[in-house]
């Protein structure tokens, strides 16, 4: 029986193609200091090796539990993501007090979820938090920089109350953002852990290219209802990171695609006013 401290905690972990990964986040999970109460994880259209492996580990470890997802669709960022989690979700029949999504290419220090329950301890209005993401490149750690009140997306941990109120993961793109803001304009803390190691296994949005990351990533941003000077304002902050200066132009080039090609912005409203609000502040501090 997994050792979780009385906490009633379910992950899922969606995959798709990334078996090279998988056997790390297993060794990293099974040794974990509180283990989960359950862990879901969801393979998209993957191959036999990949479930030979999984079926693997759910035989020695009760806990664990695979769902095999197979349809003719591309690999995706965004909201395919948040369909495959949300499966996964849907089908833990226990009542849970805690959620987290943690992304296949993840391996997670042994303390990793005791230092995430003694933050939510030390804070009963955090309502989602994460650990900080680093990768190893030619030996040297690099840690992939995000704002203090955001949580990783391949990382995220989730307060029941939290999540009942911003009404679960939005099946769109941008999702892991909204959330954030969503439970923010709802009165909860949200917040990285900076202390709180994990690698990754490969930089973010680098599964189809990195120049097509920071295409996505721009697209994303225009369906969480960006404030266009902070958009503009990111992606030549952008321009100083890997792959340099086409990154950002890349960015800003996926942001206007969606605007051009008359996308629908994903965000609520109210939530979009919140979110426009708070990058004016940072923009432009003096208006606080």
């Known amino acids: 029986m ?21 056997p790390d986040l297993i060794d990293s999970m ?14 998209h259209n993957s191959g036999q090796q990949t ?60 303390d990793y979820f005791e230092c995430v329950f003694a933050e939510f301890s030390d804070s009963e209005q955090l ?10 490149e030619k030996g040297k750690k690099i840690r992939e920089k ?10 995220k941990t989730y307060r029941r109350e ?7 993961i939005n099946e769109t793109d941008g999702w892991d953002g909204i959330d954030n803001i969503t439970a923010q304009m709802h009165g909860w803390e949200t917040r990285s ?27 994303f941003a225009h369906s969480m209802g960006y404030f266009p000077p902070f958009i503009l304002a990111r992606s030549i902050h952008r321009m100083s990171s890997k792959p340099i200066f086409l990154g950002g132009i890349s960015m800003l080039m996926g942001y206007l695609y969606s605007v051009l090609g008359g996308k629908r912005e994903s965000i609520r409203p109210e ?18």
Request: aromatic share 6%.
């Open 2 to 22: 997994p050792s979780n401290g009385g906490l009633s905690h379910v992950v899922v972990t969606p995959s798709r193609g990334e078996s090279n990964f998988l």
């Open 30 to 43: 099974t040794k974990q200091t509180l283990t989960p109460t359950n862990w879901v994880i969801v393979i």
């Open 51 to 110: 479930l030979d492996l999984l079926n693997e580990a759910s035989h020695e470890h009760n806990w664990i539990s695979t769902i095999s997802i197979n349809d003719n669709s591309q690999r995706k960022r965004g909201g395919q993501i948040a369909k495959l989690v949300n499966r996964g979700l849907s089908t833990i029949n226990s009542d849970w007090n805690f959620f987290s999504k943690i992304d296949a290419d993840m391996v997670l220090p042994e």
């Open 127 to 136: 309502g989602i938090t994460s650990g900080t993401c680093y990768l190893m």
């Open 146 to 155: 995000t704002s203090k009140d955001h949580t990783r997306g391949g990382l």
């Open 162 to 168: 939290c999540y009942d109120q911003i009404e679960g």
């Open 193 to 219: 852990i900076p202390e709180l190691e994990v690698l990754h296994q490969r930089r973010t949005g680098s599964s189809s290219g990195l120049l097509s990351g920071c295409f996505e990533s721009g697209k």
């Open 271 to 288: 939530v979009q006013k919140f979110l426009r609000n708070k990058q004016k502040n940072k923009l432009m501090p003096w208006r606080k």
